[in-house]
């Protein structure tokens, strides 16, 4: 099987600064891979090339071996900040991933909104503004959006980075059985390793700046698809945990 | 409300100190009428001279340059922000034009445009939209990365990202700002006025001086004041509605 989206000798600069160095990888379609690696190394520029928001210097990066030249709503993008559009209630924020479509029915569009709503326990919330809810259910919003629009690839930038643990702890596991259940191909940006090894089907392991790949890990092949949370406390856990912290103390370059 | 009560408890206790000292007799009554004085004043401006039209036709003018001022302002200022060679090539000139002081610019305009009313709207004009220009430059430059990518990912066009996210983000700030320039705009309506009118309430103002009707002058600047303090809370007001998600 090819994969669904294809680093090809993909390359960025800004101006005289390398950020991502020559880079093939490919990842395969339905499954959660999470680029982890120092924070400036390059992650960030990454996933906004696959997004079609930055263009490679040179190289391509290819989606079901189409090459990606602007963004569209196949590939959705949550945010750490700003994740939603505070002069929107919860409800149209959701429905916004679908403001711009012909191709479906007003009627269509409620329902699907109202599918999101109720998937992410935000039910209650339709009607309120994001500046009233917690930053766990804004990034819920982000996440419903995104579905909606019918994006199929997800682009995660940090996205529970400012949350509080135990909130950040309920979104891994519900984003987990999201991505499962609606057979999405997520790349969840991060610079938590625990997060990383929770999520992954995959983790990427990028250098210092400019970013190369350094290791690549198959936890889908330890840990298993299902995620609960008590796998945290798993021997497995701890051991791949302990293995993925080594490698970015010894192959990142990373100052920790 | 206590802090509303507070406010108006304050201003009573002032305005009696005024009464309590103008009625001594210590201050000439041409420096300092009593506020009752002043109240008769205006009442006098208000049933025999026509205050009520000068007012209207400094409305007028103010609204008229900050209109236009507004109009032009906030298309300039997006464009300068989203095209940077554009804002390049216009913030050195704009910003020079900003810290001219309008006074300095009344000869000229006066030279330029005569005496009509096209000198008032320039000179208000002139004082506001070069302000306002860089202010909306600001707004636009603060909208958050983020809302613009997450609208051109799901499909708007620049038109729209636009019109559906890049305004709706700067609402508040866009808003604030035009009420900020508003004052400023009246201000500068009264220099204009004074150097070249026969109507508006800094003519009224300019004109009792000149007679040393120190009540009437007095009227006058509470008027200007009243004006002010209505227009800023009904703008507030706006921008509470407006903005509910806040
Ligand atoms: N638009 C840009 N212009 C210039 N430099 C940039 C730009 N975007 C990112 N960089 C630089 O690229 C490097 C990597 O940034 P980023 O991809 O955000 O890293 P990460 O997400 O891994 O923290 C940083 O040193 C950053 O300063
Ligand atoms: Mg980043």
């Known amino acids: 099987m090819s994969a669904y989206v294809q680093f090809a000798d993909t390359a960025k600069s800004f101006g005289p600064i390398e950020v991502v160095r020559k880079t093939s990888l490919g990842l395969d379609r339905n499954s959660l891979v999470v680029f982890l690696g120092p924070s400036g190394c390059g992650k960030t520029t990454l996933m906004r090339m696959v997004g079609g928001l930055d263009q490679p210097s040179t190289g391509s990066i290819l989606l079901g071996g189409e090459k990606v030249v602007r963004p569209d709503r196949r590939r959705g993008m949550v945010f750490q900040s700003y994740s939603s559009f505070p002069w929107l209630t919860v409800e149209r924020n959701i429905a ?73 702890e309920r979104l891994q596991v519900e984003l987990r059985q999201i991505q499962i259940r609606e057979e999405k191909t997520i790349i969840f940006v991060t610079h938590d390793v625990e997060e990383a090894v929770f999520l992954a089907d995959r983790i990427v392991l990028f250098s210092r700046r400019p970013a190369t790949v350094v290791a690549d890990i198959d936890v889908a092949a330890e840990l298993g698809p299902q995620r609960p949370l008590e796998i945290r406390e798993t021997q497995k856990f701890f051991e791949l945990r302990n293995r993925v912290l080594h490698l970015i103390r010894h192959e990142t370059g990373a100052v920790v | 409300m206590v802090e509303l009560a507070v406010g108006v408890i304050a201003a009573a206790l002032v305005v009696a100190a005024w009464e309590g000292a103008a009625r001594s007799g210590m201050i000439a009554p041409q420096f300092l009428p009593s506020p009752s004085r002043v109240l008769t004043a205006l009442w006098t401006m208000l049933t025999q001279q026509n205050l009520i039209w000068h007012v ?139 150097v070249a009118a026969d109507s508006g309430i800094g003519y009224v103002i300019w004109t009792a001086r000149r007679f040393v009707k120190t009540p009437e002058v007095m009227a006058g600047v509470v008027v200007i004041g009243l004006i002010g303090l209505v227009t800023d809370q009904l703008l507030r007001l706006l921008h509470r509605r407006l903005f509910r998600y806040l």
């Open chain 2, 56 to 194: 209207a036709v400094s409305t007028a003018r103010v609204w008229v340059a900050f209109l236009l001022a507004a109009a032009l302002a906030i298309p300039i200022g997006i464009v300068m922000s989203s095209y940077r060679i554009v804002g390049a090539a216009l913030e050195p000139m704009i910003d020079f034009i900003r810290y001219l002081p309008v006074p300095a610019l009344v000869p000229l305009s006066i030279i330029w445009f005569g005496v009509g009313e096209e000198t008032k709207v320039f000179l208000l004009w002139l004082g506001t939209f070069f302000q306002l220009v860089l202010l909306v430059a600001d707004d636009m430059r603060r909208v958050p990365q983020e809302f613009v990518e997450v609208a051109r990912t799901v499909g708007a066009n620049s038109r729209q990202v636009m019109t559906d996210v890049a305004l709706r983000s700067m609402g508040p700030t866009l808003i604030d700002n035009l009420r900020i320039t508003l004052g400023w705009c009246w201000t500068y309506l009264i220099i204009a006025e004074i």
């Open chain 1, 96 to 168: 916004f991933g679908m403001r711009y479509r012909n191709d479906i029915t007003a009627a269509e569009k409620a329902e699907r909104t109202r599918h999101y709503l109720e998937l992410f326990g935000l039910a209650d919330f339709a009607g309120s503004f994001p500046n009233r809810i917690s930053g766990g259910m804004r990034q819920r919003v982000a996440i419903a959006r995104t579905l909606a629009a019918g994006s199929d690839v997800l682009l995660m930038d940090e996205p529970f980075g400012a949350l509080d643990a135990l909130t950040r």
